[in-house]
T-cell receptor, first 109, second 110 residues
Framework: GQQVMQIPQYQHVQEGEDFTTYCNSSTTLSNIQWYKQRPGGHPVFLIQLVKSGEVKKQKRLTFQFGEAKKNSSLHITATQTTDVGTYFCALDSNYQLIWGAGTKLIIKP | DTEVTQTPKHLVMGMTNKKSLKCEQHMGHRAMYWYKQKAKKPPELMFVYSYEKLSINESVPSRFSPECPNSSLLNLHLHALQPEDSALYLC?????????FGPGTRLTVL
């Protein structure tokens, strides 16, 4: 079945630095969703991308879907403490989500 | 109301106990889900209900028994669990695109 690989597993940044997480697949993705899970919390839907080359922005968050629809990225500009958590990408396949492993954003003290 | 609620928040049970987890949504979503999430891992799908009928069972052991009494409620009945079943159990609902997750039940099996 389809798999979604996500890297890195962790990213440590100073507050104010940027953060990026990447999702990749060996096959074409019909869509990609992004979720955020705060420590001790539950996943919260951020966005869904469906079009080749799509770029969407939500304040400091920029989401991209590759031209070949085999990769996607989430970029956060100037991280803040409220950004801390684990970011997951997921493929919606017939209403089942195929999840990436997640990238944990850690703000260095 | 755009919320999925789950009770209890925390549950500690012995291996011989029987307990139930409850989930409720009032968004009119047709699909409801149970997930199990271990630390540092993504959620792992257990069951999917579509229009109150069980449509997907991801080879979950029979000690987990789901029930959908109506379109707003989802239960997960637990019996004779093992310590390795300790995890965060998440309920979610959807009407096509994104899934809305409840806060979860943190289960500890002693």
């Amino acid at each position: 079945g389809q798999q979604v690989m996500q890297i890195p597993q962790y990213q440590h940044v100073q507050e104010g630095e940027d953060f990026t997480t990447y999702c990749n697949s060996s096959t074409t993705l019909s869509n990609i969703q992004w979720y955020k899970q705060r420590p001790g919390g539950h996943p919260v839907f951020l966005i869904q991308l469906v079009k080749s080359g799509e770029v969407k922005k939500q304040k400091r968050l920029t989401f991209q879907f590759g031209e070949a629809k085999k990769n996607s990225s989430l970029h956060i500009t100037a991280t803040q403490t409220t950004d801390v958590g684990t970011y997951f990408c997921a493929l919606d396949s017939n209403y089942q989500l195929i999840w990436g492993a997640g990238t944990k954003l850690i703000i260095k003290p | 109301d755009t919320e999925v609620t789950q009770t209890p928040k925390h549950l500690v049970m012995g291996m011989t106990n029987k307990k139930s987890l409850k989930c409720e949504q009032h968004m009119g979503h047709r699909a409801m889900y149970w997930y199990k999430q271990k630390a540092k891992k993504p959620p792992e799908l257990m069951f999917v209900y579509s229009y109150e009928k069980l449509s997907i069972n991801e080879s979950v052991p029979s000690r987990f028994s789901p029930e959908c009494p109506n379109s707003s409620l989802l239960n997960l009945h637990l019996h004779a669990l093992q310590p390795e079943d300790s995890a965060l159990y998440l309920c979610a609902s959807s009407q096509g695109r994104e899934q809305f997750f409840g806060p979860g039940t943190r289960l500890t099996v002693l």
